[in-house]
């Protein structure tokens, strides 16, 4: 694990309490949607969406950080 990915949240790794927490101050009226995960499939669910979705995001940025290094013409072989 490269030092970046060290900090890439690791949502399925984190407590529940914890994950409640970040869910309720990352979206607006976050703490209604935490009352809904009142079951542990649910926040299983919610947390493995977050997951593969920070996921994406993240290869999508490495991606566009990529085109934007060979298009300027910094990255030489």
């Not at 009226?29 to 009352?35: E, F, H, P, Q, T």
């Not at 085109?67 to 300027?72: D, I, S």
């Amino acid at each position: 694990m490269n030092y970046i990915q060290k900090l890439k949240p690791q949502y399925l790794k984190i407590s529940d309490q914890i994950f409640k927490q970040m869910l309720s101050n990352a979206i607006e009226n976050g703490d209604k949607l935490v009352k809904c995960l009142d079951t542990n499939e649910k926040l299983q669910f919610v947390r493995q969406m977050t997951e593969v979705t920070n996921n994406l995001q993240y290869i999508h940025l490495q991606h566009h950080l990529w085109q934007w290094w060979t298009q300027f013409g910094f990255f030489r072989i």
